[in-house]
């Protein structure tokens, strides 16, 4: 039969995969090893850790200050990931909150770094959704409830709604 994880091995596993918040990572990590006791006191197969009752939470702190200390974990790296992986679809204001849902926040040279680039970042979305500026009220008012929801702040969406093509000359 096969055998499962043990907590440390589960944790390698999640992070080969992607970048995890230490928030995020320490909640899959308590589900597994939740599961691993349940499949301990059912007769299945015994895991290759020891389960008996010790502090859950202290087992997946130690695992996680583990994963820490030999590099597998960053919580630098997972902000660096997901700031990449959303800054070409969202908002400074969309990025700060998701990452905050996490447990983290941006650095000052990152938050510099976004904030710089958000206008031009607003005007790409904004040209490969609609292309040109709307000609009625009702239209850029469509834009704009579009650019407000990707998390773009409301000084950038008046620029790119109402300047249309020329906020491409602003950047350079």
């Known amino acids: 039969m096969k055998r499962r994880l043990s907590l440390r091995g589960r944790g390698v596993q999640l992070l080969s995969q992607r970048e995890h918040s230490r928030q995020e990572l320490r909640r899959k990590l ?8 349940s499949e301990a006191e059912s007769g299945l197969p015994e895991p290759i850790e020891p389960t008996e009752p010790i502090d859950a939470d202290q087992q997946v702190d130690d695992v996680l200050t583990w994963l820490q200390d030999k590099g597998y974990f960053s919580e630098q790296r997972f902000v660096e990931s997901r700031v990449h ?5 969202y908002g400074n204001l969309r990025i700060r909150q998701e990452l905050a849902q996490h447990g983290v926040a941006l650095d000052a040279d990152t938050t510099a770094r976004l904030k710089d680039s958000e206008l031009a970042r607003a005007h790409e979305v904004w040209l490969r959704k609609f292309g040109a500026p709307a000609a009625e009220a009702a239209g850029r008012a469509k834009q704009m409830r579009f650019l407000s929801s990707r998390g773009f702040s409301p000084e950038v969406i ?3 709604v109402k300047g249309g093509a020329e906020v491409e000359g602003d950047d350079g």
């Open 158 to 160: 008046r620029r790119v």
């Open 85 to 89: 992986v959303r800054e070409g679809r």
């Open 30 to 37: 308590l589900q597994h090893l939740r599961k691993l006791h």
